[in-house]
């Protein structure tokens, strides 16, 4: 059984006492037995985990590691520096790990390289062998996600082999020959762009350019995409040879254009957003929009914070500010992870910092979500106003900010695009909405077989990349179909279903169970007015 809207996770293994106190039904992360390097437990430890959370009545999710995890593929495999992402000078690429192991520093492995994908199907392994329910691909950021300005990548080995068979199979002699591709026995992508004088600074600068500016970026994306996606079905399909039907989840940043891969493999999404202390936004705005999307994917997201957003309340404990997070994420029909023991800070020669809820902090609020099940499960959000989403209108946004090194997937913030604007704006003013998923070569498209007649308002945005078809399914609409230019605007267009009076700053946000005529409507009320002191 897959995640549900009444579940309560926590984050990270803990003690039976700790499950049974907020009635948790499933685990996050559940960390896969590392190597013995630093004194971590085998993999009898992880089977005694899932034992005791079983025991509890909790799902356990294991989790394949990528980026965090880079010590262990230098303990596994001796030639891992074969696969390890380089740039266009050849030099591997650093992550943001600070800390070094046996003299090497943080590499971020190439997720194309035979080797790296031996490592992590061994982590799979491992992981449902040791009896895990569910499985999570966590720090999702594949090779794909190293064509930016940070990393440069990829132009390892495996890339260029791999890309030249993709060349091979995807284009004719006649387009070789128009790309400048005199042999294609031989042709090695790197070599190509320096032999056109383009330097590893102006590929950091600009590989993101959308339209592409360098010649052969947009096949190059179109080649990792293909990678990612074949890869993470993999990851899927292997897991289910240890069950019947395994949930799969990731730590995808699924909200930027190059990370919304293998949405078919996913179950649900557990991920990681930038959330703010009080002191800069009481209600938070960006997980709004990631909730909606996810809605619009049909998937559900079990989120927290990234470990630097708890950091703050390490300092200064205020649990009456995380209840509004927690709130707010299931009155959207998603889950918020228990915040019982957060990490939030590692500096290089300091120990690791903790955040850590008292005992009654959170309890009150899960155990509502717990004994009243029937008011989250199977409920969807009542939406009259529909807001058309483009993957290629991302990417367009990223190529507008490549001035400023924007990394798309690479910080845990969503774009800040006309569309998120328009979600923020239309939440304010509790007007209920969803996303439509305007499909490219990339995205599956929800668009074209949409029932329009559902709504009494359909917004596109200027930058919208759609195709002929999805067009003319828009211009189906007729004069229910808007062009959103500025909040105002839009605000003035739109009637609004919802009156509340005695208050300001309440949220309304109601949900219906469809296909269930005699289902009552839930609308859940979160309440901004928050108390500084609490």
């Known amino acids: 059984m897959t995640l549900k809207r009444s579940d309560v996770l926590i984050t990270r293994p803990c003690s039976m006492e700790v499950y049974r106190r907020y009635r948790a039904t499933g685990l996050g992360w559940g960390f896969l037995p590392e190597p013995d390097r630093r004194g971590l437990p085998p993999d009898e430890e992880m089977m005694r985990d899932v034992d005791e959370a079983h025991r509890c009545g909790v799902k356990f999710q294991g989790r394949v590691e990528l980026d965090a995890d880079w010590m262990g593929m230098i303990d596994f495999d001796s030639n891992f520096m074969e696969s390890t992402v380089r740039d266009l000078d050849n030099r591997p690429a650093i992550t943001w790990w600070t800390h070094t192991y046996k003299g090497h520093p943080a590499y971020h492995y190439c997720t194309n390289a035979p080797g790296y994908r031996h490592y992590l199907f061994y982590q799979l392994q491992r992981v449902m062998s040791a009896g895990t329910d569910w499985l999570m691909i966590d720090s999702a950021i594949p090779t794909i996600g190293t064509l930016n300005a940070r990393y440069g990548g990829c132009f390892c080995q495996h890339c260029m082999v791999r890309f030249r068979e993709f060349l091979r199979e995807t284009m004719s002699p006649g387009q070789l020959q128009l790309a400048g591709i005199q042999d294609i026995d031989c042709f090695d992508y790197g070599e190509f762009l320096r032999m056109r004088g383009i330097t590893d600074q102006r590929y950091r600068a600009e590989i993101l350019a959308f339209p592409p500016t360098l010649p052969l970026a947009n096949a190059y994306f179109d080649f990792q995409w ?14 289910q040879t240890y069950g019947e039907h395994v949930p799969m989840s990731s ?12 949405v078919d493999a996913h179950d649900f999404y557990t991920t ?8 800069d936004e009481i209600l938070p705005s960006e997980p709004i929009y990631t909730f909606k999307l996810a809605d619009a994917l049909d998937k559900l997201i079990a989120i927290t ?13 205020r649990p009456g500010h995380i209840c509004l997070w927690i709130a707010q994420a299931y009155a959207h029909g998603h889950v918020f992870m228990v915040p019982d023991k957060m990490w939030t800070l590692r500096s290089p020669g300091e120990a690791d910092r903790w955040y850590y809820a008292d005992t009654h902090d959170y309890t009150e609020l899960y155990h509502f979500v717990r004994e009243y099940p ?45 569309l998120v604007e328009a979600c923020l704006s239309l939440s304010r003013a509790n007007i209920p909405f969803r996303l439509l998923v305007a499909g490219d070569d990339w995205v599956a498209d929800r668009l074209l077989n949409a029932d329009l007649t559902a709504y009494r308002a359909i917004v596109r945005f200027k930058q919208t990349g759609l195709n002929a078809r999805q067009e003319e399914k828009l211009r189906s609409a007729g004069e229910k179909l808007l062009t959103y230019s500025e909040p105002e605007d839009l605000l003035s267009q739109l009637d609004t279903d919802i009156e509340i009076t005695g208050a300001v700053n309440i949220s309304a946000l109601p949900r219906y169970k469809p296909g269930d005529k005699g289902a009552t409507i839930v609308c859940h009320l979160l309440n901004a007015n928050y108390d500084f002191d609490t």
């Open 374 to 418: 029937q008011l989250f499960d199977d409920y969807e959000a009542l939406a009259p106003v529909a807001l058309v989403f483009s993957n290629n209108a991302v990417r367009q946004y990223l190529s507008e900010r490549l001035n400023q090194e924007h990394l798309g997937g690479q910080n845990r913030s969503a774009p800040q695009t006309q």
């Open 272 to 279: 990681e957003m930038q959330y703010k202390p009080p002191e």
């Open 226 to 239: 293909r990678e990612v996606n074949t890869l993470f079905r993999a990851f899927k399909r292997v897991a």
């Open 251 to 262: 730590n995808s940043p699924f909200f930027w254009a190059e990370f919304m891969y293998a």
């Open 305 to 317: 914070g990234v470990p630097s957003a708890f950091e703050p309340y390490r300092l200064q404990p």
